[in-house]
Nanobody, 120 residues
Framework: QVQLVESGGGLVQPGGSLRLSCSASGSIFNFNVMAWYRQTLGKQRELVASLISGGIPSGGTTVYADSVKGRFTISRDNAKNTVYLQMSSLKPEDTAVYYC?????????WGQGTQVTVSS
């Protein structure tokens, strides 16, 4: 059983930056997909960024939501079993609970989420 734990959320002013971390209980090198989603009250969970590696330990394809392109970056550190989401130029509309998702062998795992609030 894989466990994902997000951290790094908090309160930040507009224009600021945050780095979210998603730590896995085991190795992440053979996950097919690792991604970040976000959700606000009353709305569906939406994809923010994904790293599609197909089980290859290094490299892969990144995909970003149009709303975060150029501001957010997804990356991974296999040695630390961690996926990151670097968020810059944050806007109030980025306020949400951010969730980490991992897929391996057609099984999907989710973290418990971390709150990000962008407000002055």
């Amino acid at each position: 059983q894989v466990q994902l734990v997000e951290s790094g959320g908090g309160l930040v002013q507009p224009g600021g930056s945050l780095r979210l971390s998603c730590s896995a209980s085991g190795s992440i090198f053979n996950f097919n997909v690792m991604a970040w989603y976000r959700q606000t009250l009353g709305k569906q969970r939406e994809l923010v960024a994904s790293l599609i590696s197909g089980g290859i330990p290094s490299g892969g394809t990144t995909v970003y939501a149009d709303s975060v392109k150029g501001r957010f970056t997804i990356s991974r550190d296999n040695a630390k079993n961690t996926v990151y989401l670097q968020m810059s130029s944050l806007k109030p509309e980025d306020t949400a609970v951010y969730y980490c998702k991992a897929v391996r062998d057609r099984v999907t795992y989710w973290g418990q989420g971390t709150q990000v609030t962008v407000s002055s």
